[in-house]
């Protein structure tokens, strides 16, 4: 899931870069380095792959994809990358980013995270991912925002990073910019003030890694939302803008908060809940997170197993896939974890009918499984 996803990489990460910032180079030879960095990347990963560049964004391209869907990834991220300029000001990328699109297997050999699908490692610059929608924008958005705070010098707090990430990953691409809609996070937060368990937005901007993390789930939520608040109001690029500028002395980005929108947190606060309360969620937008497949998965030695169906989606309205039942083969492909399950749904595409072999009480059994429509979502396995 985003929320779990490479926290403590990306700190240290986060710290080499600090470290490093003067040795930054702008990269006026990328051509010629982009080369070295896919030769070594293709002998890296060897038979298979293939390599793209993206000059004119500064991304390099190493991809286990026939070359339609790799071109398809290409202009997605071109498309958001010029977008994501024209919504926030600041400086693309000097150096080149590697984007590595694997298979499913030679992921799992990478040694990823637990349970991701997808993270972003500024220390060299390289977004691997097997996910080709929200968790490849959530990443690519780090990827974007940090080389800009690089470039100034700064090391933004987490609610900072992963509220403009969430932010992102689930909006549209206009001529204007990016589009930021309501997502089902909102849900998150809704119950938290119905519960009163809502996170203080003076303790939410002030937190560090290890606190904003051990609530992760509300935290990524109510980081979004702030976000989003910001970008209705108008004000999300006047917010980066002065927040950069008055780094030194407001780094938690609080006071440029209230300068943006013109008022003390104290009185933004209850504003923004109230605002909270009059969101409602698209129609679609719980069925298009639902995946394809719409199960809940966890790894097991055999494959992986059902542990829940998703209200709605595909698994359930078939009604052949059940609770406890361990998916050994997906069309055709062995499984051995859930990080292949969710590349193998992808690669079948949406509206199909696929054959999974399974297990359910000891029996091994075929069925045949209709896929749900297009969706993509950060949650693993479905």
Same mark, same amino acid.
């Given at each position: 899931?985003?929320?779990?996803?490479?926290?403590?990489?990306?700190?240290?990460?986060?710290?080499?870069?600090?470290?490093?910032?003067?040795?930054?180079?702008?990269?006026?030879?990328?051509?010629?380095?982009?080369?070295?960095?896919?030769?070594?990347?293709?002998?890296?990963?060897?038979?298979?792959?293939?390599?793209?560049?993206?000059?004119?964004?500064?991304?390099?391209?190493?991809?286990?994809?026939?070359?339609?869907?790799?071109?398809?990834?290409?202009?997605?991220?071109?498309?958001?990358?010029?977008?994501?300029?024209?919504?926030?000001?600041?400086?693309?990328?000097?150096?080149?980013?590697?984007?590595?699109?694997?298979?499913?297997?030679?992921?799992?050999?990478?040694?990823?995270?637990?349970?991701?699908?997808?993270?972003?490692?500024?220390?060299?610059?390289?977004?691997?991912?097997?996910?080709?929608?929200?968790?490849?924008?959530?990443?690519?958005?780090?990827?974007?925002?940090?080389?800009?705070?690089?470039?100034?010098?700064?090391?933004?707090?987490?609610?900072?990073?992963?509220?403009?990430?969430?932010?992102?990953?689930?909006?549209?691409?206009?001529?204007?910019?990016?589009?930021?809609?309501?997502?089902?996070?909102?849900?998150?937060?809704?119950?938290?003030?119905?519960?009163?368990?809502?996170?203080?937005?003076?303790?939410?901007?002030?937190?560090?890694?290890?606190?904003?993390?051990?609530?992760?789930?509300?935290?990524?939520?109510?980081?979004?939302?702030?976000?989003?608040?910001?970008?209705?109001? #108008?004000? %999300?690029?006047?917010?980066?803008? +002065?927040?950069? /500028?008055?780094?030194?002395? $407001? =780094?938690? @980005?609080? &006071?440029? !908060?209230?300068?943006?929108?013109?008022?003390?947190?104290?009185?933004?606060?209850?504003?923004?809940?109230?605002?909270?309360?009059?969101?409602?969620?698209?129609? #679609?937008? %719980?069925?298009?997170?639902?995946? +394809?497949?719409? /199960?809940?998965?966890?790894? $097991? =030695?055999? @494959?992986? &197993?059902? !542990?829940?169906?998703?209200?709605?989606?595909?698994?359930?309205?078939?009604?052949?896939?059940?609770?406890?039942?361990?998916?050994?083969?997906?069309?055709?492909?062995?499984?051995?974890?859930?990080?292949?399950?969710?590349?193998?749904?992808?690669?079948?595409?949406?509206?199909?009918?696929?054959?999974?072999?399974?297990?359910?009480?000891?029996?091994?059994?075929?069925?045949?499984?209709?896929?749900?429509?297009?969706?993509?979502?950060?949650?693993?396995?479905?």
């Amino acid at each position: 899931m985003l929320t779990r996803r490479a926290t403590t990489v990306f700190a240290v990460c986060l710290l080499a870069a600090a470290v490093g910032w003067a040795g930054v180079e702008q990269r006026k030879d990328f051509p010629a380095l982009a080369r070295d960095v896919a030769k070594k990347q293709l002998a890296k990963f060897g038979k298979g792959y293939v390599a793209r560049i993206d000059s004119a964004r500064h991304l390099i391209y190493i991809g286990a994809q026939d070359d339609d869907h790799l071109q398809t990834t290409m202009r997605l991220l071109a498309a958001f990358s010029d977008a994501y300029r024209r919504t926030l000001p600041g400086t693309a990328p000097p150096w080149g980013v590697t984007v590595v699109l694997p298979t499913a297997e030679d992921y799992k050999r990478i040694d990823p995270p637990a349970d991701s699908i997808g993270f972003y490692r500024h220390g060299d610059r390289t977004l691997i991912s097997i996910d080709r929608g929200r968790v490849l924008l959530h990443e690519f958005t780090h990827a974007l925002h940090l080389a800009d705070a690089a470039e100034a010098k700064q090391v933004h707090p987490i609610w900072v990073r992963e509220g403009l990430a969430t932010l992102f990953e689930a909006s549209e691409i206009t001529p204007s910019g990016l589009r930021p809609r309501v997502d089902v996070r909102l849900l998150e937060v809704q119950k938290a003030i119905r519960e009163k368990t809502v996170i203080p937005l003076t303790k939410l901007l002030s937190m560090g890694d290890a606190q904003f993390m051990a609530d992760a789930r509300l935290c990524y939520a109510e980081s979004r939302y702030v976000m989003l608040y910001l970008y209705e109001k #108008g004000r %999300l690029d006047q917010w980066y803008r +002065r927040y950069k /500028a008055s780094y030194t002395k $407001d =780094p938690t @980005g609080l &006071k440029a !908060v209230e300068h943006a929108l013109t008022s003390r947190i104290f009185n933004i606060e209850p504003e923004w809940t109230k605002w909270i309360g009059t969101l409602k969620l698209p129609r #679609g937008e %719980l069925r298009s997170r639902q995946g +394809r497949l719409g /199960a809940e998965l966890k790894d $097991d =030695p055999r @494959g992986v &197993k059902v !542990v829940g169906l998703v209200k709605g989606g595909a698994a359930e309205t078939a009604g052949r896939i059940k609770v406890g039942d361990i998916i050994t083969s997906f069309n055709g492909q062995k499984i051995s974890n859930v990080a292949e399950m969710v590349a193998a749904i992808r690669a079948a595409g949406a509206m199909q009918t696929v054959n999974i072999d399974l297990i359910r009480h000891g029996r091994k059994l075929t069925i045949q499984q209709p896929l749900g429509a297009p969706g993509d979502t950060p949650d693993k396995g479905k």
